[in-house]
């Protein structure tokens, strides 16, 4: 698609005419404003973009973008997304969800288009809560969190998008607080470029039903002690001093300050973004202190519609019919005169 | 051994108009090759014909059990033939089970072909027999042809060095050799098929034509059994034929569709008895440019269709009645967002799992109405095997050409069913014309309308300009921007029916066939064609004033519905449900006076059930 782009855009180029209508102060604004920011530096035409999404406040995204985009029905958004996919691949492919959508709903659509690995990228709008249905405890709400539905507080376990994710052999995941517009923008475009299925978890502040349910890891004065942003082929050193970082202890993650008991930067784990194997990264994705966001995982595989292209192509080769005709004329048929 | 117990009153060779013959035994035993076999082999003959497979659900039933078997009738005739047939001239029993299970349905004085060997004491336990059929008078209304065929199969195949078990498999041919010399068929189209299938074993090849062979002789050399059947061709229109069944024949018309149409095939499913037949024949297809897509479940089969049609692709998804439930709310997705999409509902016994390999017609009032809010589709259904390729194109026509949702209804009886297929030529089919559009004028909107049919344009995905949004939510009737203003919703809902009825200017009106008017007409819709068919042309023929209006087109009705109807004294409505399009109909035409005949037994109508039933009504006056 880059080879055939003639125009450059502006973030207005991908602002539609419908106005927006999401609660004052919510994190969305942000993710729409850094959407809208990243489109013109993706390198893709306007006409190829194509936002899917399912139901929720998250879903009224693609309302606001100035691309095709269709919103579709709870959960089905990464089924309505492989379709279009599958049918067109040259299509730049954002399907938009959140935690209800994907995890509960769609559950069972979001694990398999991760294992498929098509080249779609997915925004996970996680903000532990039914928002649209005006606040019920969602497959992310915490044990205890008290809810609508939970006014003795939650009972279920949640999930953790991103455990959930890798155990479905998601190739990319990201993960980064609802406050970062600059890297969120940046990670955007990293999912563009990355051939596979992208997940990045957007951990966004509902103001109305959970507010600040991520306070204590994405406020700005807490955020860098609180927070690893990891990058590919770096050390995960983090902290205001920069002096914090993980090691592998045995078969877990421990932080280690830079300095001490003999600790230096060279012992500091380097993350791998690219490794096949996962393990490190479940482990970093678990983590509570410090919270890992930044490209967790981003392993690059075959795509299912190349697999399919591939196969579509040999059998294309081999094929005695150049028209339907031919097939229904083929094989055992008989004359009656 | 070859016992006679009912001296044959003739022993001249017959010729006969048509025979029904049904092979039946362990689900394992192969009858469904064996009738397929017999029904190719007639097919190219020169016999109509026309096949009922009746297999248990259980892929392996317990061997010998009464629930484990499995049977194929077929039905072969010189006239022209519309059902399977309902009483039997032959039976071939592999196994006690089979002959327990099968035997009411043989008409006295007729023939039983049974494998002696396998009436041993387990076997008749198995079948819940106390004595042995062969032995305690069960059968003597009938001529039973005693053949110890497992043995016989073991002596031809004595020198090959094959394993017991694949020795035991072949017996099948056996039997099938023995048909087709009663029958005076020719066993080439059998050995070849040998060939292809065992192209790379080829002692298997060999050792199921030997086998056959050994039937087809032993049959010849028994002068107890007499050559006593010749079915003549039948007059069949000109033309080049095959043997098609009905889902072979629903995948082969949206092949059709999409290349008359310049749009490639999209098939969203997950597999489900009896539709996934549809799935495995458009997977071969990559070269037309089919993209089959098994997903994960039925909801991400219709989905991804949507998807795949929102990207200009012909979408279809494929599936039977508990999978049309799972899928009710995103065909509400299609018809907001006005998209084309076809939704193939192989109907089978219901409600819930109900009889997943039987036949049943209790979907419609589903098809019609199974979704939330106004939510009118399209609804049409096929009548016989060979004629779901042109429902199955016309379902995609209409999706095309009307930007909505279409549902296909054909049953199980149909899409297993097979009978011959007079071939078509894509360049004979109707043409199809899209809706898309490639260019952006001054005014343009997603929801722009044709004047006469209602239906939306097409911008598809990748077309510079033409950028939109489309959903589930109601969308204002100029912009097609979201709107929840009551005026709109209430035009939109409206604009949605009248885009739906204003098909009845795209579809043929409803005929009554062998009567325009009269005493009885004969109402149906659907896989009941044949025998309702059948019904009629034998009542006819013996001077009735009786009419047949079969029903393909359901939501819109045919525009002369309402006239044909009022030209015969009495209607009557026979559904294999309890009175749905009956329902249809009376809600339709100001509660007409209709009668109803309903069967719910996940079975076809039996056509002499069906005579006597209208003969009493006719009779009436």
């Given at each position: 698609m880059e080879?055939?782009l003639?125009k450059k855009y502006t973030f207005r180029d991908f602002a539609s005419d419908q106005e927006v209508r999401w609660c004052p102060g919510c994190d969305d604004y942000v993710i729409l404003r850094s959407m809208q920011k990243a489109l013109p530096e993706m390198g893709v035409n306007k006409e190829d973009v194509v936002f899917i999404s399912g139901i929720g406040c998250s879903s009224r995204f693609p309302y606001y973008i100035d691309s095709y985009g269709m919103h579709g029905i709870h959960g089905r958004a990464a089924a309505i997304s492989s379709g279009v996919k ?5 299509l730049s492919v954002w399907m938009i969800t959140g935690d209800g959508d994907s995890l509960a709903i769609g559950g069972?659509h979001f694990i398999?288009l991760l294992?498929?690995n098509l080249d779609i990228n997915v925004v996970l709008f996680n903000n532990e809560i039914y928002g649209l249905t005006k606040g019920q405890f969602s497959p992310t709400s915490l044990?205890?969190q008290?809810t ?10 949640p999930f953790h998008p991103g455990e959930l994710a890798l155990?479905a052999?998601a190739r990319f995941f990201a993960r980064l607080g609802g406050n970062s517009p600059k890297e969120m923008t940046e990670l955007f475009i990293q999912a563009q470029k990355f051939r596979g299925t992208s997940l990045i978890e957007i951990l966004q502040n509902c103001v109305i039903f959970n507010d600040g349910c991520f306070t204590q890891y994405t406020d700005k004065k807490v955020k860098e002690?609180k927070q690893l942003f990891v990058e590919h ?5 983090f ?32 993350h791998?973004a ?7 990264q479940?482990?970093l994705v678990k983590l509570e202190?410090p919270l890992v966001t930044g490209i967790i995982r981003s ?39 | ?302 989905t991804?269709?949507?998807g795949?049609?929102f ?22 997705l299609?018809?907001?967002t ?123 995905p ?5 950028e939109h949004r489309v959903g589930g939510l ?7 921007n979201v ?139």
């Amino acid at each position: 698609m880059e080879d055939t782009l003639d125009k450059k855009y502006t973030f207005r180029d991908f602002a539609s005419d419908q106005e927006v209508r999401w609660c004052p102060g919510c994190d969305d604004y942000v993710i729409l404003r850094s959407m809208q920011k990243a489109l013109p530096e993706m390198g893709v035409n306007k006409e190829d973009v194509v936002f899917i999404s399912g139901i929720g406040c998250s879903s009224r995204f693609p309302y606001y973008i100035d691309s095709y985009g269709m919103h579709g029905i709870h959960g089905r958004a990464a089924a309505i997304s492989s379709g279009v996919k599958l049918a067109n691949p040259d299509l730049s492919v954002w399907m938009i969800t959140g935690d209800g959508d994907s995890l509960a709903i769609g559950g069972n659509h979001f694990i398999h288009l991760l294992r498929r690995n098509l080249d779609i990228n997915v925004v996970l709008f996680n903000n532990e809560i039914y928002g649209l249905t005006k606040g019920q405890f969602s497959p992310t709400s915490l044990i205890g969190q008290k809810t609508k539905s939970s006014p003795f507080g939650n009972t279920q376990p949640p999930f953790h998008p991103g455990e959930l994710a890798l155990g479905a052999q998601a190739r990319f995941f990201a993960r980064l607080g609802g406050n970062s517009p600059k890297e969120m923008t940046e990670l955007f475009i990293q999912a563009q470029k990355f051939r596979g299925t992208s997940l990045i978890e957007i951990l966004q502040n509902c103001v109305i039903f959970n507010d600040g349910c991520f306070t204590q890891y994405t406020d700005k004065k807490v955020k860098e002690d609180k927070q690893l942003f990891v990058e590919h082929g770096k050390p995960m050193i983090f902290g205001k001093e920069r002096d914090k970082g993980l090691v592998l202890n045995g078969l877990k993650l421990e932080v280690v300050t830079i300095g001490e008991n003999g600790v230096s930067e060279d012992d500091i784990l380097v993350h791998d973004a690219k490794c096949e194997d996962n393990t490190l990264q479940q482990m970093l994705v678990k983590l509570e202190y410090p919270l890992v966001t930044g490209i967790i995982r981003s392993y690059e595989d075959e795509l299912f519609e190349e697999r399919e292209a591939r196969l579509t192509e040999e059998v294309r080769k081999n094929s005695k019919f150049s028209s339907v005709d031919e097939l229904f004329l083929s094989g055992e048929t008989y004359e009656v005169k | 051994m070859t016992v006679n117990k009912m001296e044959p009153s003739a022993r001249e060779v017959e010729s006969l108009s048509a025979v029904v013959i049904r092979f039946v035994g362990d689900s394992g035993d192969g009858m469904q090759l064996t009738g397929t076999q017999f029904t190719d082999t007639s097919a190219m003959f020169g016999n109509d014909v026309a096949t009922f497979p009746n297999y248990p659900a259980e892929i392996r039933a317990p061997q010998g059990s009464l629930y484990g078997v499995s049977g194929f009738q077929v039905h072969i005739g010189s006239i022209e033939i519309s059902t399977p047939g309902d009483d039997l001239d032959l039976l071939v029993a592999m196994n006690p089970a089979g002959l327990k299970t099968n035997l009411h349905a043989l008409k006295a004085g007729h023939t039983i072909i049974v494998d002696t060997d396998s009436f041993s004491k387990k076997n008749l336990q198995k079948a819940e027999y106390d004595s042995n059929p062969l032995e305690d008078g069960t059968l003597e209304n009938y001529r039973v042809i005693e053949v110890a065929m497992t043995s016989l199969t073991r002596e031809a195949l004595k020198d090959l060095g094959l394993d017991n078990k694949s020795i035991t498999r072949s017996k099948n041919m056996f039997a099938l050799g023995m048909v087709y010399w009663m029958y005076d068929r020719d066993m080439n189209h059998t050995l070849r098929f040998f060939e292809q299938k065992f192209k790379y074993k080829p002692v298997l090849a060999e050792a199921n034509a030997k086998v056959l062979k050994a039937g087809f002789y032993y049959a010849e050399t028994l002068e107890l059994i007499p050559n006593a059947y010749q079915i003549l061709p039948s007059a069949m229109e000109k033309g080049t034929y095959r043997i098609v069944n009905g889902n072979t024949a629903t995948a082969w018309g949206f092949l059709a569709a999409a290349e008359k149409a310049g749009l490639e095939l999209f098939l969203g499913s997950y597999p489900i008895t009896p539709a996934t037949d549809i799935l495995h024949e458009l997977v071969k297809h990559k070269n037309f440019g089919v993209k089959a897509f098994q997903a994960e479940d039925e909801i991400a089969g219709v989905t991804s269709a949507i998807g795949a049609s929102f990207a200009g692709d012909l979408a279809i998804t494929t599936t039977s009645g508990p999978g049309l439930a799972l899928k009710s709310e995103a065909i509400g997705l299609a018809l907001m967002t006005e998209l084309p999409l076809v939704i193939v509902n192989v109907q089978r016994g219901g409600p819930s799992t109900g009889l997943p390999t039987k036949t049943e017609q209790s979907d419609l009032l589903q098809a019609m109405y199974g979704r939330n809010g106004e939510s009118p589709v399209i609804v049409i259904a096929a009548s016989t095997p060979s004629d779901c390729f042109d429902y199955a194109y016309e379902a995609a026509r209409l999706s095309l050409e009307h930007m909505t949702p279409v549902i296909l209804l054909t049953d199980g009886y149909i899409a297993n069913g097979s009978e011959p297929w007079k071939i078509k030529s894509v360049k004979d089919m109707a043409d199809i014309k899209t809706r898309v559009i490639n260019k952006r004028s001054d005014s343009w909107h997603p929801y722009d309308r044709d004047s006469q049919t209602l239906a939306r344009n097409w911008a598809v995905p990748g077309t510079p300009g033409l950028e939109h949004r489309v959903g589930g939510l109601e969308k204002d009737q100029v912009t097609g921007n979201v709107s929840y203003v009551p005026e709109n919703h209430e035009y939109m809902t409206h604009v949605r029916a009248e885009k739906v009825k204003r098909v009845q200017n795209n579809i043929p009106e409803l005929e009554s066939e062998y009567n325009k008017e009269g005493d009885l007409l004969i109402v149906g819709w659907g896989g009941t064609y044949g025998s309702l068919h059948s019904a009629v042309r034998k009542l006819a023929s013996q001077g009735y004033k009786i009419g047949h209006a079969h029903f393909n087109y359901i939501n819109p009705l045919p525009r002369n519905t309402e006239e044909v109807l009022g030209n015969f004294k009495k209607v009557i409505v026979c559904e294999l449900n309890k009175g749905q399009l009956v329902s249809v109909l009376r809600s339709n035409f100001n509660d007409k006076d209709l009668l109803q005949y309903n069967k719910v037994m996940g079975l076809p109508f039996s056509v002499t059930d069906l005579v006597k039933k209208f003969k009493i009504i006719l009779d009436q006056d």
